[in-house]
């Protein structure tokens, strides 16, 4: 019984020793989602890799809301940490951002019953708000922080997603962006 338990939840190891991408790669790894343990999958994996190459591959699989959600916020971090240096990245970084603001109206309520009724901090919308700003584009930065508010989410800072608003106001100079 304590042998199943064990393979549920850690997979199944096979007997002689391998190297460890060989031995990961016949695991099988599992997850909480919906109450239940249940088998991760390609964006779960891509996710919680941070591997650009694997989670770009996992964009267009088939996934829950919620390992959906990680995948576009972790999209989103990894390629803002390069838009600096990579123009590549910094445009991914925008597309991807653009998805997880259309997609999260469908998200939230999943991410929410996964939390046990509590809203995480989603870095997508500060970290898009700042690189719209960076790029002179007040205007869509300040939609992106009044999106944030409807949907009642915390940026971590004092001020808030309304102090990001007259930041960025005051940076466009004239108030009103």
Excluded at 3 to 32: C, D, M, N, V, W
Excluded at 89 to 118: M, N, T
Aim: glycine share 6%.
């Amino acid at each position: 019984m304590l042998r199943k338990l064990k393979e549920a939840l850690f997979g199944r190891q096979t007997q002689k020793p391998q190297s460890s991408s060989a031995a990961e790669s016949q695991q099988s790894r599992y997850t909480i989602r919906d109450g239940r343990l249940t088998p991760t999958d390609q964006a779960f994996d891509a996710w919680t890799s941070r591997d650009l190459a694997k989670m770009r591959a996992a964009l267009d699989k088939k996934t829950n809301l919620v390992d959906r959600h990680f995948l576009l916020m972790t999209l989103v971090d990894e390629t803002y940490k390069r838009r600096k240096e990579d123009l590549e990245a910094k445009e991914f970084c925008a597309q991807v951002a653009e998805q997880h603001l259309e997609e999260f109206p469908d998200i939230k309520p999943a991410l929410v019953k996964s939390l046990d009724g509590i809203l995480p901090r989603v870095t997508t919308f500060q970290k898009y708000a700042t690189l719209l700003t960076e790029e002179g584009e007040y205007k869509r930065a300040i939609e992106v922080c009044e999106i944030a508010i409807s949907h009642d989410l915390n940026d971590g800072t004092k001020g808030g997603f309304e102090g990001r608003i007259a930041k960025i106001k005051k940076k466009a100079g004239d108030g009103n962006a």
